[in-house]
């Protein structure tokens, strides 16, 4: 294995650690692991990494944050990043078998620290190399049990039994700001018009846009792609039950 570490610009306040082998088979999943020290960080947080056309990524550990694996883009999302001076998270990339070369891993932690100021810290990139010769030098089914453990396992019965008549909605978060703008205001700064309705919460001091509400997953990544084409790369979709933000992974099961 090998450790690429990337020191943020004040070096004692942010360090990413990226923990992957340096050759990888295609054809075969390989663990990526994350290390990023925190100090300060407690508000919201997202962490992305970009890889090639034809990959497929399973999640590992994630640390309390939203995973989603969408348009070629690993997303680890915190709407409150966990209290750790240490945030381990971690997944599993697989290339499709007919690829070969090599490709560059980067990866970029953007944040809130004291209700408005936004920060952000870049890894890399570096250079991964698909090679057919080369093994996976760890046991897959042990990452599997270790890393993608529950933190907190809740009762089945404790999440159906919670009022199941609340409707699960998605939405695609286009903007967080310190600022109380308008639609129009928010369509000028991201860039590009907005198909859907806007929502707009506040969380301590700061404004989160939301457009769309959706009652599929599906429905919402489709208008999420569309943004993304527009260039709202920052968007990512959320997701309520009522008045309660949940996790995707929830929302996605509850919506069955």
């Given at each position: ?16 650690r ?21 100090h ?8 992305y ?16 944050a ?28 697989k ?30 990139p570096?250079v ?9 030098e ?50 000028s ?53 009522g ?14």
């Amino acid at each position: 294995m090998m450790v690429f570490v990337f020191h943020g610009a004040a070096a004692q306040d942010k360090t990413i650690r990226v923990d992957t082998q340096p050759s990888w088979p295609p054809g075969s999943f390989v663990p990526v692991r994350i290390e990023i020290v925190n100090h300060g960080i407690n508000d919201f947080a997202r962490f992305y990494q970009d890889l090639p056309q034809g990959f497929t990524v399973k999640r590992g550990n994630t640390a309390g944050a939203d995973f989603y694996w969408d348009n070629n883009q690993v997303n680890f999302v915190w709407v409150n990043m966990p209290d750790k001076k240490i945030i381990r998270i971690s997944y599993l990339a697989k290339a499709d078998e007919s690829l070969t070369g090599s490709f560059r891993l980067g990866g970029k932690l953007d944040y809130i620290i004291e209700g408005d100021k936004r920060g952000s810290a870049e890894f890399g990139p570096v250079v991964i190399h698909l090679d057919k010769k080369a093994t996976v030098e760890e046991d897959i089914d042990q990452f599997i049990e270790e890393e993608t453990a529950p933190e907190n396992i809740i009762p089945a019965d404790n999440v159906y039994k919670k009022d199941i008549t609340e409707k699960i909605v998605f939405r695609v978060q286009v903007a967080i700001s310190s600022e109380h703008i308008t639609k129009a205001e928010l369509e000028s700064r991201i860039g590009c018009p907005l198909k859907y309705n806007v929502t707009i919460l506040r969380a301590g001091n700061m404004y989160k846009y939301q457009s769309g509400a959706f009652k599929k997953y599906s429905e919402a990544n489709i208008y999420l792609g569309d943004m993304k084409n527009r260039g709202v790369n920052d968007a990512f979709i959320v997701a309520y039950r009522g008045e309660e933000q949940i996790s995707i992974e929830l929302a996605r099961t509850l919506e069955k």
